[in-house]
């Protein structure tokens, strides 16, 4: 009887805790001593298997390859009635010069190209923008560009194709012009920012 109570006492209190969440399983053990039988209900818990799972992204390499530099633009004065060949970047009149910066007058001028050297005039496109394929598109001619008071066509900002003595092309942005203090002349020096496509 003693045992009876105790056995239910027992399985009580475990469905507490079953339903509390304590026990998993009830294991019965019996014990036998003499006369008397002993029931033991022990509760047992059996774990899940614990599960990681790891995922690794791919690795992602990414290469930016820089584009080859282009020619780079120089500035260059060349002075009144003074001669630049370009290929060479050297002044004064020689059978490789290009242009002659011509004064004809205080108020005349031109540039002229020399020793086989062509130019062509080019609009609608900004000085940055044209590369070679442009300038070896361009109408080239042997005619004097005006850059006088009267009739010029060239001024601040134009920019000047050549196709050099040495068959190179360049290009030319008329940067501006400086005046000449004694005798005065204005626009007596012109001023390029330049680059040559050798």
């Given at each position: ?22 026990c998993?399983?009830?294991e ?44 780079v ?57 044209l ?9 080239y ?32 942005l ?20 330049y680059?040559?496509y050798?």
């Amino acid at each position: 009887m003693k045992t009876s109570r105790m056995v239910l006492l027992l399985v009580f209190c475990c469905a507490v805790a079953i339903a509390a969440g304590a026990c998993g399983t009830i294991e019965e053990t019996t014990t036998t001593t003499g006369a008397d039988a002993t029931t033991t209900l022990a509760p047992t818990t059996t774990a899940a298997p614990e599960t990681t799972t790891t995922t690794e992204a791919p690795a992602t390499t990414t290469t930016t390859v820089a584009p080859a530099p282009g020619p780079v633009a120089q500035d260059k004065v060349v002075k009144g009635t003074w001669s630049w060949d370009i290929d060479s970047d050297t002044d004064g009149s020689s059978p490789g010069a290009d242009l002659w910066w011509r004064q004809a007058s205080s108020t005349e001028r031109y540039l002229v190209p020399k020793n086989d050297a062509e130019f062509a005039l080019l609009s609608g496109e900004t000085f940055e923008s044209l590369d070679l394929a442009d300038l070896q598109a361009a109408t080239y001619s042997t005619d004097p560009l005006s850059a006088s008071d009267v009739g010029a066509v060239i001024d601040a900002g134009s920019i000047v194709a050549v196709h050099t003595t040495e068959g190179a092309y360049a290009k030319l942005l008329v940067t501006g012009f400086q005046p000449l203090e004694d005798p005065p002349r204005l626009k007596y020096y012109i001023v390029f920012s330049y680059v040559l496509y050798e």
